[in-house]
């Protein structure tokens, strides 16, 4: 527990552009000639797969045709729908909190973790413990109820900021993926997130960023208790994880969540896994896809896959290619499949 | 947890009439007057409030106008959507798939708690231990993969049947809540079932006999495990609870799977207190309701509130009724508010 409480608040998070969000509702433009639905993704294999994935799934009489109800698509978020590193953007929002609490705790400028997290030292932050994690999050995530921790996140959204790309985290979201997101639900099908990153951390922003709404959002959380306050009931946070929505938690979460299997998945790391694995072992036509971070000019490079710098956040092992290769899923490369990364002006 | 792997089998379960689904989905019927949206609820407080809170909350520029995505409607299953009498639908399922595997197991016919099922000793069964229901879950809701179970309660549907009333548990649903969930719907509200039972046991049908889709049936839950199987990964149902959707579970299951809170709640027993504590203590129009078994010539009566008999299936307590006055909750008798309490043809 004590594990997978350090896991889910150091490799996860959220946020994304609301300036994309106009391009989310207004879906693909009309012409008379049929408009490219994917405008900003390269020509290529990854590409052509989505397209053929909705094209034979939607294709009334057609041999995979699917009936719109079991039009499922998920989508990892961390790195497959936005910016990841240098570090997830839940932990930012962690340590944002620390320094915004400070004031009120005048002994953490001498005691760890908050120490470090006070001192700006991220090289000691990345050595933190399990339990020095879950003390960060039970001051930061715990210890309040569901209205006051939303009202919190949604606060901390637009003051937010990337440390490398100095950018609120809401504005790092990927448009192709939008646009894919877009295409989908104009063909019917109805997309989730499904996220190692905290859900009750992604729901205030899900759907003004993705155009999805809270209760399409599945992702880790804390154990709630019900309890009341002058005579209302309220749902406190505790400091205890209830369920870790990673590796082969994304699959059972899946299930416990959505019920039905998805057609397609997108994912970016070797949490993503199993997610995939129980997307396109279903019958009929599915499709599994995972974004490669190989452009360092116009985001970041990580794998350790395809021989790029090795990262605890977001790792895509070369096993995990092996596996992608062996069932034939599509590896996105950021490189040469995207031609626009981020919403607003090409650069 | 052993407390309440019990409770889960013993209180909770499935099913209700296909013969329905025509109704839920034609929705209400087109007509130049304005047609009535209720036409088995007789006219009364309930169904005023009901008309009441969809009108409020539909009329564009009102006062207590809430936006389509914001329009949760919940409602429990068990005595709330079809009968729950004399014992819930999925302790029926398990009892007949102890009978069912019985000849496999020669040894059954000596050992409790198998002994006194295989006999039909009522009695006995009414006894038994949360040790002994384990064992029960054990053999028939888990060791097998989630697919597995889904073909098992799909299988037993049409051949089960009511004790007392001698019809298939899918027959038993009340034609009433089936018009209010068409009603609702037509008027831009998301139904969900909130039920004590297991979220895997309603949803094989949930679609077919509420207009329900899986994804909108939150529920108990067994763990899952993630296995290969020939290379392709299969979810395990393990013999240990993974949530307790019932009493604060309601609350706490409505928050981490919708993440909205209900305008619009519906129960009929103590497990529904904080659910309809959680939707009623939201801002704007909300409404709860509670039916109340005091029909014995068309279904069952039990309270023990109003005098009427006690039961441990579905228990209304009188401090459930008191809180109901308090709190302003509505409440429908089931022999002075429904017109017709099942499907077909008016008896």
Chains 1, 2 share one sequence.
Not at 229 to 257: E, H, S, V, W, Y
């Amino acid at each position: 527990m004590l594990h997978s409480i350090g896991t889910w608040i150091t490799r996860r998070a959220l946020v994304a552009a609301m300036v994309a969000a106009s391009c989310v509702l207004a879906g693909p433009p009309p012409s008379a000639a049929q408009p490219d639905p994917l405008p900003s993704w390269n020509e290529g294999p990854a590409k052509t797969a989505i397209i053929a994935l909705v094209t034979q799934t939607t294709e009334k009489g057609g041999p995979r045709f699917v009936e719109p109800a079991q039009r499922i698509a998920v989508f990892d978020q961390d790195g497959t729908t936005w910016v990841e590193h240098p570090v997830y953007s839940q932990a930012l929002f962690a340590l944002d909190r620390v320094a915004a609490l400070a004031p009120r705790h005048p002994k953490w400028k001498r005691t760890e973790p908050f120490k470090s997290i006070l001192a700006g030292d991220f090289a000691a932050i990345a050595r933190f413990s399990e339990k020095e994690w879950l003390e960060i999050v039970a001051v930061t995530h715990a210890g309040m109820s569901t209205a006051d921790f939303e009202k919190l996140v949604r606060e901390w959204l637009p003051n937010s900021k990337n440390p490398v790309l100095k950018r609120p985290v809401t504005e790092l979201v990927y448009q192709p993926m939008l646009e894919v997101m877009a295409y989908l639900r104009a063909n019917g099908f109805k997309t989730y997130i499904v996220t190692g990153g905290g859900q009750e951390f992604v729901r205030p922003y899900s759907d003004a960023v993705y155009g999805i709404p809270a209760e399409q959002v599945v992702g880790s959380s804390i154990v709630t208790k019900y309890e009341y306050r002058d005579g209302k009931p309220i749902l406190m946070r505790q400091p205890k994880l209830f369920f870790n929505d990673d590796f082969d938690g994304k699959a059972i979460g899946i299930n416990t969540f959505i019920g039905k299997r998805p057609l397609i998945a997108f994912g970016n790391s070797d949490g993503d896994r199993q997610m995939l694995e129980w997307t396109t072992a279903g019958e009929g036509a599915r499709l599994g896809l995972l974004v490669l971070h190989d452009d360092p000019e116009r985001e970041f490079a990580y794998g350790p896959a395809n021989g790029l710098p090795d990262t605890k956040v977001g790792t895509f092992s070369p096993s995990l290619m092996d596996e992608a290769k062996a069932r034939g899923w599509s590896v996105i490369s950021m490189k040469n499949d995207w031609s626009r990364i981020f919403p607003g002006p090409k650069p």
